[in-house]
């Protein structure tokens, strides 16, 4: 699987926006960008994913680079309820594989 | 039900003895996932279930750990002879049946809250 480089930690504050960076420069054409993260305690949940197109839904919007090599996760306005391990992930939609995590991005917001 | 459901939440036990941990999916989803995480790691691939056969189980250490999913819903992953390094939270998720939407990517894998195992 492609790999991934993201940032150990983040800080943010309440109300304002965060972006997260995620960096792939070996993504294959078919690999897909997916977000997880992960609260204190609790298993890991879906945010958002993409092939080619930005996408927005209620969590979040994903921004991708036109050449795919980097993505930026963004969260409009962050709470402290957003405060988790984020993870961005390559996923080949052909193979049918589990998810490889890295060890992601400690967001931490303050208020 | 309504997510996924791991028993038990917590186990303690000696190192040496046998365990047990059971998954059990969202109803109707045909592919199951097992995960374990050590503190400040993120989720490490064990297996990886379609239907009752496992279709890729190159995660798993050694041959101290072996799952089963012989109906092709709950699971279960038995560690023999547990160690030390054996202590982690161990992860399960599932996701619905692989080609409903095969041109959208959106595999998407639903997390259990995850048995933590304390091997003393």
């Known amino acids: 699987d492609a790999k991934t480089t993201q940032p150990n930690s983040m800080e943010s504050n309440e109300e304002e926006p965060v972006h997260l960076p995620c960096n792939h420069s070996t993504i294959s054409g078919t690999d897909y960008i997916h977000w997880y993260r992960q609260l204190p305690s609790q298993g890991p949940e879906y945010v958002i994913h993409g092939l080619t197109s930005n996408v927005n839904n209620r969590m979040a919007s994903l921004a991708i680079a036109e050449d795919r090599k980097s993505s930026t996760l963004i969260l409009h306005r962050a709470t402290l309820r957003d405060a988790a391990v984020y993870y961005c992930?390559?996923?080949?939609?052909?193979?049918?594989?589990?998810?490889?995590f890295g060890k992601g991005t400690t967001l931490s917001v303050s208020s | 039900g309504a997510g996924v459901s791991q028993t038990p939440s917590n186990k303690v036990t000696e190192k040496g003895k046998y365990v047990e941990l059971r998954c059990d999916p969202i109803s109707g989803h045909t592919a199951l996932y097992w995960y374990r995480q050590s503190l400040g790691q993120g989720p490490e691939f064990l297996i990886y279930f379609q239907g009752t056969g496992a279709a890729d189980d190159s995660g798993l250490p050694n041959d101290r750990f072996f799952a089963v999913r012989p109906e092709g819903s709950v699971s279960t992953l038995k560690i023999q002879r547990t160690e030390r390094g054996d202590s982690a939270v161990y992860l399960c998720?599932?996701?619905?049946?692989?080609?409903?939407?095969?041109?959208?990517?959106?595999?998407?894998?639903?997390f259990g809250a995850g048995s933590r195992l304390t091997v003393l």
């Open positions: 992930i390559l996923r080949d939609n052909q193979a049918g594989t589990a998810l490889i």
């Open positions: 998720a599932s996701s619905s049946p692989r080609g409903a939407n095969p041109l959208s990517g959106a595999n998407v894998l639903t």
